[in-house]
């Protein structure tokens, strides 16, 4: 692996560089990091673009909702890491990320690292461990005192992109730990930062 890596928080300056890395089609099926950002029912009522829009203005409101990844000046990486009251999907009562205790979904000290994105040509190559390690350094740095993962133990293949919440043993090798298990193979996992 490259060693000039380095990882820096999405702010408005460098959304060139988030679009940059995520392409016309919006990474993931034109999902441009919106899938636990919007509920379901309004999610499904925007296209690509709408999708973008609503990330472009997240951004730009700030604070930064994740962390870019660099070789060099060149984005590879990406992991939305911050507040879970940021992420309705991710808090929905019906779903395997949803919270132990229904005030942490509020609470803007308990964080969640819901997503991550890779260059395709750097999948497969460790990048994630790097990614998460700067994310669980960020959340730290800007009061999150529990950080929770919604991982998958494993896909078919290494390098899918079914691999967007991370797999379990990024999150193992991190410190984190499994705190439920409402789904075979999808842990619900904490790490305490405090």
């Known amino acids: 692996m490259q060693e000039d890596f380095c990882a820096r928080p999405l702010t408005p ?3 060139d560089e988030f679009e940059a890395l995520f392409g016309s089609q919006g990474a993931c ?6 899938y636990f950002r919007i509920a379901s029912s309004e999610r499904k009522l925007l296209d690509g ?3 973008k829009t609503f990330m472009r ?7 930064p909702p994740g962390m870019l990844g660099y070789f060099g000046d060149t984005p590879v ?3 939305q890491v911050g507040p879970r009251r940021e992420l309705p999907q991710w808090n929905s009562p019906k779903v ?5 205790d229904p005030e942490d979904a509020d609470d803007p000290a308990v964080w969640a690292v819901s997503c991550f994105f890779m260059a395709p040509k750097q999948r497969g190559q460790g990048l994630s461990h790097r990614m998460l390690s700067e994310a669980i350094i960020f959340a730290g740095a800007n009061g999150a005192n529990t950080l929770e993962a919604c991982p998958i133990d494993r896909t078919k293949q ?7 919440v991370g797999s379990t043993r990024i999150f193992e090798a991190a410190g984190f730990s499994e705190v439920a298990l409402r ?7 904490r790490l305490s930062l405090a």
Do not use: H, I
């Open 13 to 15: 300056d460098r959304w």
């Open 158 to 164: 290494s390098k899918s992109v079914g691999l967007y």
């Open 57 to 63: 203005d997240r951004v730009l409101a700030g604070p």
């Open 29 to 34: 099926y034109g999902c441009w990091c919106t």
């Open 49 to 51: 673009g709408a999708k």
């Open 77 to 79: 990486a990406w992991v």
């Open 183 to 189: 789904k075979d193979g999808r842990p619900l996992m």
């Open 96 to 100: 395997v990320s949803r919270p132990l």
